[in-house]
């Protein structure tokens, strides 16, 4: 083995501790498994309080429009993250949004201030009357993932709940050119029920989202991960069972 091998092969202190903590976990597991190994792993060597993540492979042809997969899920616990909204509407829904508990909101003023640079905000919603505003800001808004969208439940006149989920934990995911599905699904500081409360909405919502044209195995592979710790791999098959028993 050469000196560069050697170095590769090396494994350092950390990825040997986590080797430790995970060598009585079989894989697949169970969500509550992998969730209750992730906090152990989390408490015991992350000095930050790192966010559960799940990483989910989709068997669909995501070129086709009709396999797109793109919805919205409210996490039950929350994400632990306070959102900012800003709303860009007209007239009365103005009013609306302020006494909804939006952050930010305006019509033409807001969306010049946002063209000229300014981002303090994480999710921006918009009235389908005011969209047309917005049209100038696609290719800066569009990257970011800012741009209000029917589908993630961003553009709507029900301005109330629209803001009212969001800031209870109402979290967009859609699949990228890969048939991967990437979604944060609260701190790792919140309690194993609070995570699977998240964990078990968030899948329910994947599998309900299926496109009818999807066909054979759905669910290729099921991570759960925290920021910096080791992912889990989820025994797709258990899953729905999982499923039916925490909901039911």
Known sequence: MTTKEKKMAKITKRQQQILELLEDVEQPCTGKMAIETLKKVSKKLSKFDETLEAHMRLGIEVKHADQQVRSTVVLPSGTGKEVRIAVVAKGEKIKEAELAGADYVGA?????????????????????????????????????????????????????????????????????????????????????????????????????????????????????????????????????????????
């Open 108 to 248: 033409e003023d807001l969306v010049d201030k946002i063209q000229g640079g300014w981002f303090e905000f994480d999710k921006l919603v918009a009235t389908p009357d005011a969209m047309g505003l917005l049209g100038k800001l696609g290719k800066v808004l569009g990257p970011k993932g800012l741009m209000p969208n029917p589908k993630a439940g961003t553009v709507t006149f029900d301005i109330k709940n629209a803001i009212n989920e969001l800031k209870a934990g109402r979290v967009e995911f859609r699949a990228d050119k890969q048939g991967m599905v990437h979604v944060p699904l609260g701190k790792m500081s919140f309690t194993e029920e609070a995570l699977m409360k998240n964990f078990i909405a968030f899948a329910d919502a994947i599998i309900k989202a299926k496109p009818s044209a999807a066909k054979g195995s759905y669910l290729k592979s099921v991570y759960l991960a925290s920021s910096m710790g080791p992912g889990i791999k989820i025994d797709t098959k258990q899953l729905p069972s999982e499923i039916k028993e925490h909901i039911s």
